[in-house]
């Protein structure tokens, strides 16, 4: 009787498995898809233009932050979009380039089969290089070279690409990897894995420099965000490398690191650090009025002489965000020379630009979704875009030619 009841509760037990598991085959059959997007819409307004002159703004308004689509966009200088095209994922960064005559353009997109490092979740990218009439022409990716593997699908970031030829460009990456060279004053663990700022210079397919932050171990220190290197499931993306830009007086590299809060200048041959601006270690003597926080797109103007960067301020030190101006002696670490504007918008937590053209800025409001065109000298507002989106960049062109 005893084994009669315990073979009806295991017949029992059977049956309930076997009912719950045919619910949950039915479930995982039957159920319905994944909702598609359908928030096609990317609304903005247009305010103060200066329609006598030409000029148009590219955009890669965001569309979607779980990274399935995106948009690539053209506006003229009456507010008109002139052209507008869809990407399957997210973009960012679309620019203009004018190679041996010829107008071409690039966008970064999101890689969905490359590896997503913790420290670049979201942000493995390929260049895209597109000729005047937008049709694709090349993908660029993270190459091999010296510890640089690809294996398993490694590749770039989102923040910035430089083309200099057809065949010759200079691309960033944030690269995952184990180090040995931390300062023992810093706590860390060796099993702590570091987001590595990359930068490639790549000429007909083949990685002619590198340059590698890991070896320079003084960026541990420096770093103000991101840091703690004694955890050892999230990779510590200590620096964030977010802008590039070559010197043309010397060809050398002037370089952003969001999570430093500082501005670095490299030797484009040896690879060796010139100089310091900004951060705990600044080679420059900053004014209170002078420290800049989390800034994103540095540039030279006035033939090189001048430093222009968006200053895109702290939550916590000064919510607020400017742009600045610094003319430096560089040979004597010297500031000679400053000048700053506050944005009069919302303050832009991540993301943005500024250009200067016609001695005006155009500057993109990244997170906070607008676009500013001020002049420089009597701070006048020329234009204003507003979107219901943000946008990585924003970048002002007079010339679309092949466009239509």
């Keep these: 009787m ?59 308004p965001i569309m979607d932050e779980k990274l399935n689509w995106g948009k690539l966009v053209i506006i003229d200088q009456k507010g008109k979009m002139i052209f507008s095209q869809p990407t399957n994922q997210l973009i960012t960064n679309f620019c203009q380039w004018k190679i041996n005559g010829h107008i071409l353009y690039s966008y970064m997109q999101w890689s ?19 000729d005047s009439a937008m049709n694709k022409i090349n993908e660029i990716h993270l190459l091999p070279y010296q ?52 930068i490639q210079e790549v000429d007909m397919g083949k990685v002619v420099w590198q340059w590698d932050a890991t070896n320079f171990p003084e960026f541990y220190i ?26 043309g007086r010397d060809s050398n590299l002037l370089v952003s690191f969001f999570n430093s809060s500082q501005v670095i200048k490299i030797d484009r041959h040896n690879g060796k650090i010139l100089w310091r601006l900004g951060g705990k270690n600044s080679d420059f003597k900053l004014e209170p009025n002078q420290v800049f926080y989390y800034q994103h797109h540095v540039s030279l103007i006035d033939s090189g002489h001048t430093m222009l960067m968006l200053d895109n301020g702290s939550p916590k030190f000064r919510p607020s965000s400017r742009i600045l101006e610094f003319k430096l002696d560089e040979l004597n670490k010297k500031i000679v020379a400053f000048k700053s504007y506050n944005i009069p918008e919302a303050f832009i937590s991540h993301r943005g630009s500024v250009q200067l053209v016609d001695d005006n800025y155009i500057i993109c409001g990244g997170s906070a979704g607008y676009v500013l065109e001020v002049n420089r000298k009597s701070s006048k507002e020329i234009m204003k875009l507003k979107s219901n989106k943000g946008f990585y960049r924003a970048f002002f062109t007079t010339d679309v030619t092949g466009l239509h």
Excluded at 17 to 35: C, E
Excluded at 116 to 130: E, K, P
């Design 222 to 247: 420096a770093s103000e965000h991101r840091n703690n290197y004694m955890d050892t499931v999230n990779t510590q993306d200590y620096m964030h490398i977010n802008s590039i830009f070559i010197d």
């Design 147 to 198: 510890d640089i593997k690809v294996s398993i699908g490694e590749d770039l970031n989102q923040h910035d690409f430089i083309l200099l030829s057809c065949n010759h460009y200079i691309a960033l990456a944030t690269y995952g990897k184990l180090v040995d060279n931390i300062p023992a004053s810093v706590p860390h663990s060796p099993k702590s894995k570091i987001g590595a700022s990359i």
């Design 2 to 60: 005893r084994l009669l009841r315990i073979s009806l509760l295991c017949s029992i037990f059977l049956a309930l498995v076997a009912y719950v598991s045919y619910r949950s085959i039915r479930h995982f059959n039957h159920q319905k898809p994944k909702p598609v997007i359908t928030d096609t819409t990317f609304t903005y307004t247009f305010e103060n233009s200066d329609t006598s002159k030409t000029g148009y703004l590219l955009l890669t």
């Design 112 to 130: 969905p089969a490359a590896y997503q490092d913790l420290a670049t979740l979201g942000s493995a990218r390929h260049v895209v290089i597109l």
